[in-house]
């Protein structure tokens, strides 16, 4: 039977954390030759600009031997009107795997619905799990354990919130979030969560800050809202800088899962500081895609 990884939850605690395990061991052995994906080819249809999802998984797909085969959301026959279902099973007749970047999750959803492949969700406007696999694995190279661990998420309660929540509940870590009013993560992602580990939503970014392992932010507009210098007003005291650094632990790391907004919810200061692990955890992104395919592609 396939599996799909559209969301964190798509997997349970076992294998979410077999998943890291295994990505860390990709990461020690990179230089050598392992190609389980030989023979099989990867469809990847970016409908959202992408730097490290799109390249990681270019690059993990070739290295693991297979054939990743770029799908311009132009060039397909959605964009003339082929119906989601019609293109999932012809695709399905000639590919091993979909990774797909889209807007609205019920589009994944559905293309999931009928795929006879496995699909990842490369990013959609409710989760980014890919991103969160990448963010706990850096968690746990940086700080041994999760068990313990309290990550304060600065910022909207958006895509990676989710995401992050629900990776949070499987490893058992604890998380607090710091968003404006009417900002708050997907509740659904936030009940299911506290069934498993400690889940706090707050206005105050310092109470949020006090005493963290983890400092994370992401931007304040996600694609799709440059412009909303309203929303950019009612962010402007949820930014990680000098002052919120101050009031996590003294060994601290700071987490974007990038691009960031230099400047916005993230000073030059803090990005580029020695706590930072931003290029650790871009890096990851790499390691936690061959393991993603791996699980999914040789079951």
């Known amino acids: 039977?396939?599996?799909?990884?559209?969301?964190?939850?798509?997997?349970?605690r076992e294998e979410f954390l077999s998943l890291i395990e295994k990505?860390?061991?990709?990461?020690?052995?990179?230089?050598?030759?392992?190609?389980?994906?030989?023979?099989?080819?990867?469809?990847?249809?970016?409908?959202?600009?992408?730097?490290?999802?799109?390249?990681?998984?270019?690059?993990?797909?070739?290295?693991?031997?297979?054939?990743?085969?770029?799908?311009?959301?132009?060039e397909l026959q959605l964009s003339r009107g082929e119906t989601i279902k019609d293109t999932a099973l012809v695709?399905?007749?000639?590919?091993?795997?979909?990774?797909?970047?889209?807007?609205?999750?019920?589009?994944?959803?559905?293309?999931?619905?009928?795929?006879?492949?496995p699909v990842i969700n490369a990013l959609t406007d409710l989760h980014h799990p890919c991103q969160a696999m990448a963010d706990t694995l850096t968690i746990f190279e940086k700080k041994g354990k999760f068990e313990g661990i309290k990550i304060a998420y600065v910022g909207d309660g958006n895509n990676v919130a989710n995401s992050l929540i629900e990776a949070a509940a499987l490893t058992g870590a604890n998380i607090t979030v710091a968003t404006p009013s009417g900002y708050e993560p997907h509740k659904e992602s936030i009940e299911r969560a506290k069934k498993f580990t400690e889940v706090t939503i707050i206005n105050n970014p310092f109470d949020a800050a006090?005493?963290?392992?983890?400092?994370?932010?992401?931007?304040?507009l996600s694609m799709g809202e440059e412009g909303n210098e309203d929303k950019k007003r009612k962010f402007k005291d949820f930014q990680i800088n000098?002052?919120?650094?101050?009031?996590?632990?003294?060994?601290?790391?700071?987490?974007?899962?990038?691009?960031?907004?230099?400047g916005e919810e993230i000073t030059d200061e803090v990005l580029d500081g020695h706590q930072s692990v931003v290029l650790d955890q871009a890096e990851n992104r790499l390691h936690t895609s061959k393991a993603i395919l791996e699980f999914l592609l040789t079951q």
């Not at 993990?60 to 085969?69: D, L």
């Open 242 to 262: 000098r002052d919120l650094l101050k009031k996590a632990k003294a060994d601290a790391i700071v987490m974007h899962c990038l691009p960031a907004h230099r």
């Open 23 to 74: 990505a860390r061991e990709l990461k020690i052995n990179r230089n050598i030759s392992y190609c389980p994906l030989i023979g099989k080819s990867i469809g990847m249809i970016f409908e959202k600009p992408s730097t490290r999802t799109r390249v990681s998984f270019e690059v993990a797909i070739y290295q693991m031997g297979g054939h990743p085969v770029y799908l311009s959301p132009r």
């Open 210 to 220: 006090d005493d963290a392992d983890v400092l994370y932010t992401d931007v304040w």
């Open 91 to 117: 695709l399905s007749r000639y590919l091993d795997a979909l990774v797909v970047r889209t807007f609205e999750h019920e589009k994944i959803e559905e293309l999931a619905k009928w795929a006879t492949i």
């Open 1 to 12: 039977m396939k599996r799909d990884y559209l969301r964190v939850f798509d997997l349970d």
